[in-house]
């Protein structure tokens, strides 16, 4: 067998990527093996020394730091204790302690479903608004002191006019709500005799009192009857507080 031909040592060539490729090995390798040195030759760092120099902040399932700060976040955050509490369920069986007749109790009108609550109604007894006193004279609804259709005012008293007021003074209405007096709007003022008056007042109110108009009258004053404000829903033109009575 013939032996191969060596090529001769001028004719031997090598393309240019395996030299590129040789050369990027070789940097690959220097710069690993510097690497190797450089951590071999640094100390360990105890693992003392790094808890003492920078304390890690654990946290608890509770949402608590192991340090002591609360950590707040969505994931912590609750209402106050007892302040929400669970719907009430009804009718889940008799273990629950509002079954079976969940808490209405047996037969009658509260126990049937659709059962209305009516203002004042006591369940077919006399009525707290029937049971209490009710005003002497007639038969007649203004008898009765519990009822929207009860007469109201607002008084004020000789003596109130006496600190409030120069003598001279026309007072209204309108000058008592300045004063402070009788500030409810649509409701009659009546003049009381309670105190003591000095002075000559004109005084123009709905009602008057008889020792009020006979105190007023003996200081030098006069009384004005104004007609009582027309509430809402009343039709007609006003009426006078005190129809039997005269301006004086």
Same mark, same amino acid.
Do not use: W
């Given at each position: 067998? $013939?032996?191969?031909?060596?090529?001769p040592?001028?004719?031997a060539?090598?393309?240019?990527?395996?030299v590129a490729?040789?050369?990027?090995?070789?940097?690959?390798?220097?710069?690993?093996?510097?690497?190797? %040195?450089?951590?071999?030759?640094?100390?360990?760092?105890?693992?003392?020394?790094?808890k003492?120099?920078?304390?890690?902040a654990?946290?608890?399932a509770?949402?608590?730091?192991? @340090?002591?700060?609360? #950590?707040? @976040?969505?994931?912590?955050?609750? $209402?106050a =204790?007892?302040?929400? &509490?669970?719907?009430?369920?009804?009718?889940?069986?008799?273990?629950?302690?509002?079954?079976?007749?969940?808490?209405?109790?047996?037969?009658?009108?509260?126990? #049937?479903?659709?059962?209305?609550?009516?203002?004042?109604?006591? @369940?077919?007894?006399?009525?707290i608004?029937? &049971?209490?006193?009710?005003?002497?004279? $007639?038969?007649?609804?203004?008898?009765?002191?519990?009822?929207?259709?009860?007469?109201?005012?607002?008084?004020?008293?000789? &003596?109130?006019?006496?600190?409030?007021?120069?003598?001279?003074?026309?007072?209204?209405p309108?000058?008592?709500?300045? %004063?402070?007096?009788?500030? #409810?709007?649509?409701? $009659?003022?009546?003049?009381?005799a %309670?105190?003591?008056?000095?002075k000559?007042?004109?005084?123009?109110?709905?009602?008057?009192?008889?020792?009020?108009?006979?105190?007023?009258?003996?200081?030098?004053?006069?009384?004005?009857?104004?007609?009582? =404000?027309?509430?809402?829903?009343?039709?007609?033109?006003?009426?006078?507080?005190?129809?039997?009575?005269?301006?004086?």
């Amino acid at each position: 067998m $013939p032996a191969a031909r060596r090529k001769p040592d001028g004719d031997a060539t090598t393309p240019a990527s395996e030299v590129a490729e040789t050369k990027r090995k070789a940097t690959a390798s220097e710069a690993a093996g510097t690497r190797r %040195k450089a951590t071999a030759s640094k100390p360990a760092t105890p693992v003392a020394t790094v808890k003492a120099t920078a304390p890690v902040a654990e946290s608890r399932a509770d949402g608590e730091l192991t @340090g002591g700060a609360a #950590r707040i @976040g969505l994931h912590n955050l609750r $209402p106050a =204790p007892d302040s929400r &509490r669970p719907r009430k369920r009804v009718g889940r069986g008799e273990g629950s302690g509002t079954g079976k007749t969940a808490g209405r109790g047996q037969k009658g009108y509260n126990a #049937r479903s659709g059962a209305k609550h009516r203002a004042h109604f006591e @369940g077919g007894q006399m009525p707290i608004h029937m &049971r209490m006193r009710k005003l002497r004279g $007639p038969h007649m609804k203004k008898s009765m002191p519990f009822e929207r259709f009860r007469t109201h005012t607002q008084p004020v008293n000789l &003596r109130d006019l006496e600190a409030r007021f120069e003598a001279g003074e026309a007072i209204t209405p309108e000058a008592l709500a300045a %004063k402070g007096l009788a500030t #409810r709007k649509q409701i $009659p003022v009546k003049i009381l005799a %309670k105190g003591e008056l000095s002075k000559p007042l004109t005084v123009h109110a709905h009602q008057f009192s008889a020792k009020a108009r006979e105190a007023i009258e003996a200081a030098g004053g006069t009384c004005q009857l104004v007609p009582v =404000p027309l509430k809402r829903g009343d039709t007609g033109r006003a009426r006078s507080a005190d129809p039997g009575e005269h301006e004086t």
